[in-house]
């Protein structure tokens, strides 16, 4: 495999050629087993569905994209030339976590130049307005997550409403519509609307890569058909369809690493035990279908009630 381009030829330029590609090649192998190394410190530090404010070990994921969440829930820097993007704060109390990680990761948090998030729950977005004194950064919202992030109160909408802590209000420095795709210098992620766990829910997706091997990453919100005692998703056939029209967006986009608010909704740590790394083909594909199964049995119960 390697004899080709380093054949018998004794000229000096095919032995510099060749003194780079194993350069090259001894850089990469290393580079993988740092991650694997990584991965595995992850998933022993770390147990499946564990607590929200735990520390956890940051790690690549893959090229440019770094996961500094806690161990119970996940927070994604995407690094880039013009300056780098948060998804979720976690707690508030997680926000000292995800900021410690970004640090140990040796990037600045001065240099986190956009926030964006998943779903406007406490444990996802409770520790935006933190981070965003620590970096200055923007905050990009949905126009429904907007006035809950300003506020710190979910909305009447939610399907938890009444149920859940309220958290730190902050400020919301722009609203973005579906498929506007966010740029930050070289870097560009595009938001897909996928309500139901929320009304005000995003999906993220942006391509990562590593030399010529680019990886299309999917951040699926968590969708999972959770709310109050007193709300029946049944009720409200509008918001349903909305869900539904989600989960299959979700299914049919280009992804090959799928990542999710909660780490152990998509198995991460499974996944990242099993030495196969998060390189998934038809990850959201099962995903959708999963939570799709839920909603329907959801709805199914709340029939025979």
Known sequence: ???????????????????????????QTVLAQDQASDFAGWAESCSDWDDWDKPGP???????????????ITAILITGDAGHVLIDGGTEA??????????????????????LHSHEHFDHVGGI????????????????????????????????AGMLEPFPGTRVDRIVAEYEVVQLGTLSLTPVATPGHTPGALTWQWLSCEAENCQ?????DSLSPV?????????????VDAYRAGLQKVAELDCSILLTPHPSASDMRQRLSSGEGLVQADGCRRYAEKISGSLDARIARETDD
Do not use: W
């Open 216 to 220: 299309s990453i999917v951040y699926a």
């Open 129 to 160: 307005a933190k981070l965003q004194q620590l970096t200055g950064a923007s905050l990009l919202t949905s126009a429904e997550a907007a006035p809950v992030l300003r506020t710190g109160v979910a909305a009447e909408s939610d399907p938890q």
């Open 94 to 115: 997680g926000a000292d976590v995800i900021a410690a990680n970004i640090q140990t990761l040796g990037f600045s948090l001065q240099d986190v130049k956009l926030l």
């Open 1 to 27: 495999m390697f004899g080709k381009p380093c054949g018998r030829r004794s000229s000096s330029y095919l032995a510099i050629g060749c003194s780079a590609f194993f350069v090259g090649f001894f850089a």
């Open 58 to 72: 940051p790690f690549n994921i893959f090229g440019n994209t770094y996961y500094v969440g806690t161990c119970g």
């Open 227 to 239: 709310s109050s005692d007193s709300y029946r998703f049944s009720d409200h056939p509008t918001y």
